[in-house]
């Protein structure tokens, strides 16, 4: 079969990128604009500001891109976007990015879902088996998808309130550490001792999860110490909250893994890259003789390599979108 060559666009939320992905799995060039110094003085990302770097930066993004390719359009197969989920200003930037692209060459426009990327990112460190499980965490999902082959979603548990990724932005707000709080939290968690006692969320025999009465229990952890005159011991803190959650995802993943009798783990998304979560799942995945997967570092958090890495199996089963194509900023990934 002849290469396919994507070029995928991911514009969700505050990165701005473009890559292009050979067959699906070998990264040519990825060149990406992250905004996070921008909304960091605001706390959280701000769409507004989002949409309007996002416009300043695509063009230049898809040129370097390629360039850094050594590619020319005309080595392009077809185009990938993110259509959603993800902040509308914001998606709507790169989807009009990618139309004009398509429509000017002549290329096929690929709609992708930006949660079909960050499980798709595994497929860029080593090839996807089915069936799998896939520990989906990021800032805004925190979900168990079943897969028996590619691109058939079956998500079989999700948090029932705050995602994983937006209670450790919650918690690292609490104690005054800057958006995102995720890798700050995780480093900590690696220097702290685990002191103070916090409920394990949502311990049942169910896939769901629930994450905002552990944010609540460290907020009130927080003022009652205060109250009490005590200093709060951050990194005990990080320790004590990080293991909480390693603790509910990993017996959960675990337990979704024998039900389903699956040998493969993948996991995906921003929180991927918690130290934390990828010793607990490497140790137990090792002792129940699992295959684990767990996406490079610069593939776990938005990044278009994945975009377009979804976007070659989404082109290959037929997938296409015309001009209409419109941002769904709550698009589910079984649909
Ligand atoms: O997937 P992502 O880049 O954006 C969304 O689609 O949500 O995930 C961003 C989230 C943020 O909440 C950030 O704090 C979290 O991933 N994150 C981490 C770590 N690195 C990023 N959370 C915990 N530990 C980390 N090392
Ligand atoms: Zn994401």
């Known amino acids: 079969m002849k290469d396919v060559y994507i070029l995928g666009i991911e514009s969700s939320c505050d990165e701005t990128s473009v890559s292009i992905v050979k067959n699906g799995f070998e990264e040519i060039a ?14 959280g990302v701000v769409p507004e500001i989002a949409s309007r770097e996002h416009v300043k930066n695509v063009t230049i993004i898809i040129e370097e891109c390629l360039k850094e390719a050594n590619m020319t359009i005309d080595d392009i197969t077809a185009i990938a976007v993110t259509y959603g989920p993800g902040l509308v200003g914001s998606l709507l930037v790169g989807i009009e990015a990618a139309k004009t692209l398509a429509y000017v060459n002549n290329k096929p426009l690929v709609p992708v879902n930006h949660m079909t990327g960050h499980i798709y990112a595994n497929n860029l460190t080593s090839r996807m088996s089915f069936p799998l499980m896939a520990l989906v965490i990021s800032g805004g999902h925190t979900e168990l998808v079943y897969m028996k082959n590619h691109y058939q979603f079956k998500r079989i548990g999700a948090t029932l309130d705050d995602a994983v990724g937006e209670c ?22 690696h220097e702290g001792n685990d002191t103070y006692p916090l409920p394990l969320p949502l311990n049942d025999n169910t896939y769901n999860f629930s994450f905002s009465g552990l944010k609540s229990a460290v907020i009130n952890l927080v003022h009652n110490e205060e ?58 995945c090792r002792k ?4 684990l997967t767990v996406p490079e570092f610069r593939f776990c958090t938005d990044n278009a390599a994945m975009i377009a890495a979804s976007g070659y199996y989404a082109y290959l089963r037929g997938d296409r979108a015309d001009l209409t194509l419109n941002a769904n900023s709550s698009l589910d990934l079984d649909k």
């Not at 060149?31 to 003085?41: L, S």
């Not at 990993?250 to 039900?259: F, H, L, N, P, R």
């Open 227 to 284: 109250q009490r005159g005590n200093e709060i011991r951050k990194k005990d803190l990080a320790c004590s909250f990080q293991n909480v959650v390693v603790e509910v995802l990993a017996k959960k993943t675990m337990k979704a893994i024998k039900d389903y009798k699956v040998n493969n783990l993948i996991v995906a998304g921003g929180v991927a890259a918690n130290k934390g979560i990828r010793e607990r799942l490497e140790s137990d």
């Open 288 to 291: 129940n003789k699992i295959n």
């Open 168 to 189: 450790y932005d919650k918690v690292a707000r609490i104690i005054n550490v800057n958006y995102p709080g995720g890798p700050t939290i995780d480093k900590w968690a």
């Open 30 to 43: 990825t060149v990406t604009n992250t905004q996070i110094d921008i909304h960091k003085e605001y706390g």
